[in-house]
């Protein structure tokens, strides 16, 4: 039968038996959202917006046609039942980890970031959590319940309470505000983290200033350009990047395609993050 | 003070004393879509709809000024828990009935009209069912629940078990197709109505062809004309119509507000059958 | 590993080893509009917008899972390279027809259809060809081309001289409509064909209204509704349809979504229309 | 100096002294819109969406290019000086007529018809009146004004009493429908008109229904189809059109250009009503 | 009857007597813009984007929850008619400074700056007013008007003579460029005002970069970062901040809602400066 | 006959007659792009933004009303026929230089400024090339193509073998980032010109960032705003500017106009640079 072709993973994508060190999962859970929602199409928005990119990086040298991971397609959730799909959330990521296999979880909203450090916890506990994002996400509860993408840096605190450094915050209540740990600048990430410790990167894309990124659920204007982000990518260079996720894009208010390409290319840096030759 | 003006409500609309007989409310519930959300956003957008249409029906040969409803604004759900939801709802049409009040809700998604009528059938047993619609929405689960927008008439249909009289519809499974009761036109609907009994209709905005309605969660091609539906309504004059709603509307995807001007028209129309003088 | 899933193909699109019988296969080409392009999007976007269809055909009552088909993908294509790419095209149904498989071809500018004829009438000679379209594109040369979306019609009438029924048509020069087979109605066209030879048909999108789908190159009003191309689909049912291509969705355009789905669910009804139980 | 082109002109249009019987002239009036604006815009997205058409016309079976008119480009106004501006275009048709030529004006809002047969009356007095259009524009006043987009063909009616035949009317007050003299068929029209006598055309772009004319400032759904205005304009084969508009085109709401379109493919049909061979 | 809800006004918005100090009013005026115009659309906009954000401000440190302000809502205006316009515009504007209260005025266009600084002059002389814009306002006629969105602060200025700070300036002629009194940093801001005098803020939404709000009449390129604005704000802390407007957003050309949302952001941090705890 | 007014040209634009020495023209040339097309609209959408800018540019102090230049509208390609077009590039600008005329060309995609080089090496042969682009084109191949806008500025550099000065680039393969010549800010071009020898200025637009000009084939994040863009200009000034093109606008992406104005902008500026008072 002829040959056709189908671009449906992350670009240079390898199989399952080809790219043992590191998985990349979609995860469209799309449940808690306040304002707009949407994030379930973000997975596939990501792989397409990759197809416009080139595979090597200027800014860190590396091309990802010299790095093995595998896009494994998007985790199975139920869309209206929220417990039984983080669950699902946390078994996957169980098994990923158990397997010693790095990762790239492209969400779906920012409430996977519970379910999977509870998963990435059991195996690695010291992890340091580096967050971007506009938003504290540091409520106890939002509309009467704990379990919220504006309640997820709380429960994830809570897990241990070890420290999380936020980056890019610039809305939130005056509690919340009390409560951050506010990076300020690359060169004062660099001086907080251990480099000798594992880091895990949770990646709200409403970080982004709304100019270059509107396609999210909750825009918040004065966030930070490209240049910034990859100023403190930077800093994680011959670091121990265990596991990451990409959060809150919604290509449905994309109206350019242009958030979904930022996103993807986020999501190739942090591929080479992850896979340092 | 000075004096300014808000547009809140639906034009037209008075106070509570007012309009003792007639209540319109918004029910944002925005949970269950497969596909794409945003109905929560629809009360607000037919609302704002109105003003740009007159008071006066040529259809009906009614103004709306003539009559007597109160828009009271929306009931308050919380997004995240749909359950507590849907005790809300039906505790909110509760009410209305037992004061002897008809009703006009503007959802939200179609799953709103379980606890609707859960609500109204506590009251008025014999009600007939007549649901405008694109989708049979008679599935017994969907994506493993069994309150869905998927499932909607399925559980109300199990309320007592009588007949929805089901128009426009063109989507479904098999199974659905053989259980429906399709209505193909307007003389079959006069046909087969009891003119002495009361009637509710339930009105999902993709029964309209996409072409006139793209803003709906799930657009579905072959859809029904304004003309056809205006017949459709001409039947209920001077039939006791003692409650509706309007559902589905996703005015994000209402690139040109037309959806919105159809569905606000829809509510005029339905207000005045609501209402006989 | 974990199990992740992409929505890649058509849904309901089977292996190769289990759909011996039809193929489906994206082409695209996108070199020679003259007005708007974006066509190569068409496949991609056709295949995602089948998700949010149902399986099940109450227009042929027939169910897709009945269905064996394999949605192989797209041929890989030159985009700056017009005649070899023509090649490509021809080639790879010089395969399918081959191997006495059917086929549904998603474009792609109508160009691609002279490529697939001449491949299918070396097999098939005595093929009746059914084109719907709102433009003749019957010309001899445009803009100084031969082979171009305005003259591939001309071409195909080129390879043996037989006749094609034209519906939809409404738009072109004096002497396209002089030369033009127009069939009016469904009754005109069953009296037309016959029932026991073979039948390809080219289905450009823009024979639609575009109040349905604006989505095309170039739009043109006074179009076909949904309806009135079921009812001329309906004529195919009991004949031999060996082949069919869908052309000139051009995805960028379709604001809304509705263009896309109009075109996956025409491509439901041919793949039934191929596949008779 | 090379010799490059612009496609400024509506396709087709030749040089005053080729041109002498007809002009088109584009006249952007914007004022006094109530709900949104932007009819400005539309003579030169009109002339725009001409040269995606043919010349052709197989409702008419003419062509453009054997008709001589001459697009003129547009009349000069004060945006925000009202009285001013209508004045000027009173005093440009003026011209126009004085001249014994006839006319198609684009506009800008449906206003202009008002100062247009001002002076088209000075030089011929027994004009009969067909006006297209989803609303009466029969109020004696609007906001407060009255000179209105709103109140337009009430004072096109106070200029000598005569009727109007109006066409597509869907939305007004019980007052204006009880004044409006509507028209339901193309045979009553044909019924109405007197054919040796002539006749003069205002069309509101909204007129059509918002499904194929969504670029409109108050999009009204129930509208005519395409083939239904054709069917209206065959009538005036054969009889004496002596001028036209085309107005309330707004193509910032028009997503999908598909309005302008229309409107474009409108203006090629009574180019050629205005001039038969 | 139940109790529903509106999100009809500013959030955090209290009733008249709770609020006697601070007024919030929208100002619709849509009259006289040259090239796009829809700013009568803006304060429903704000007001909707505002529940988008929080009550909460890092910038000042400050919650609007503890200030108190009283959204009243539109002056109603009529849009035709824009003498009468301004000076209801003027009216509500002397009702407010009489009766002592400070007050921020979401338009509109641009040239209600004119009747409001009116009105507030004849009580308050020397106020200092701060302008932020990307266009010089300062023609003395344009298009033949003495009142219009691009002589407004021409007009401001013959009021008395005295001068206006003017900040992000990067479009005007040649003489509006001489006549022009540039800020060019926040310093230079802060050693140019008097901090014991009053001081007005008139902010043109376009002083920002298109980029972010690409929602105005006419963007241009090489604006403000909010962070600069934010950095201007910062001097007004601990002034005598009297009044100010927020002018030209139009929604319609807000894809995205950013627009929209920076506007409110800036109303949100405006209610603060003038109200200090 | 009565006169009306087309904006056909871009604002200032003299007879060919008065403007002896500077050449503006279009050139849609749009055949090669590798992800979305459309840059054969560019032309128009670029004239037509210049009706909102003001002539009077603050950054070099001058005003394009003291500037002579003649925009000669489009150069006539044949869409499907590449060589065909280059051909015709290149022969329109051997006139052009053959005259001693200045020019800036508006694409169009960049494969343009191949043959605009030839034609202008033949005449000037010591040409400084400065390039602006966020991708490096130095491909040898692209899709099996020598010929296009991936491969352009490869071609260009085979011409002769000089330097091309590179600004923006950050996107391409490790080779081609090995021979790009990048410089990195003002100054060092400066200190890289010769200020005595000419120069040729290439403007792909997506050197800017795509929160500013999402509308490009293929937007890349992380550019220059437009502040680095005028930086770099100011370099050119007093220097022998003899010829420039903008290329790769893709106006149906450049939802909000700002990318079309923003073009428009820099057009602004070179026409000014290529004609020092």
């Known amino acids: 039968m002829i040959k056709g072709t189908f671009n449906k993973a992350y670009m240079g994508s390898r199989t399952a038996e080809e790219a043992a060190g590191c998985v990349l999962a979609g995860c469209p859970l799309d449940?808690?959202?306040?304002?707009?929602?949407g994030t379930r199409f973000a997975p596939e928005s990501i792989r397409r917006a990759s197809w416009t990119l080139e595979t090597y990086s200027p800014y860190l040298k590396m091309d990802l046609d010299d790095i093995a991971?595998?896009?494994?397609?998007?985790?199975?959730?139920?869309?209206?039942?929220?417990?039984?799909s983080l669950g699902v959330i946390k078994g996957a990521v169980d098994e990923i980890v158990r397997?010693?296999?790095?990762?790239?979880?492209?969400g779906g909203e920012?409430?996977?970031?519970?379910?999977?450090?509870?998963a990435l916890k059991t195996r690695i506990k010291e992890v340091q959590i580096v967050h971007f994002d506009a938003h504290c996400d540091l409520r106890d509860e939002y509309e009467g319940q704990k379990l919220s993408h504006a309640t997820v840096m709380k429960r994830v605190k809570e897990l241990d309470g070890s420290d999380i450094f936020q980056i890019g915050i610039r809305s939130g209540t005056r509690?919340?505000?009390?409560?951050?740990?506010?990076?300020?600048?690359?060169?004062?990430?660099?001086?907080?983290?251990d480099r000798s410790a594992p880091v895990y990167?949770?990646?709200?894309?409403?970080?982004?200033?709304?100019?270059?990124?509107?396609?999210?659920?909750?825009?918040?204007?004065?966030?930070?350009?490209?240049k910034e982000v990859m100023d403190y990518f930077s800093i994680f260079q011959g670091m121990n990047l265990v596991g990451a996720d990409i959060v809150?894009?919604?290509?449905?208010?994309?109206?350019?395609f242009v958030s979904s390409v930022c996103a993807s290319k986020v999501a190739r840096e942090i591929l080479m993050l992850l896979n340092p030759y």
Chains 1, 2, 3, 4, 5, 6 share one sequence.
């Open 99 to 106: 397997e010693g296999r790095k990762f790239l979880i492209l």
């Open 201 to 226: 990167l949770t990646f709200d894309m409403d970080v982004f200033d709304p100019s270059l990124v509107p396609g999210v659920t909750t825009p918040e204007p004065d966030g930070l350009t490209f």
């Open 248 to 256: 809150e894009l919604s290509p449905d208010y994309d109206t350019t």
């Open 110 to 118: 920012h409430l996977i970031t519970y379910p999977i450090l509870k």
């Open 31 to 37: 449940a808690t959202s306040s304002f707009r929602g």
């Open 175 to 193: 509690q919340e505000f009390e409560e951050l740990l506010l990076i300020e600048s690359p060169e004062a990430l660099a001086a907080r983290l």
């Open 69 to 84: 991971f595998c896009d494994v397609g998007d985790i199975e959730l139920r869309q209206g039942d929220l417990l039984y």
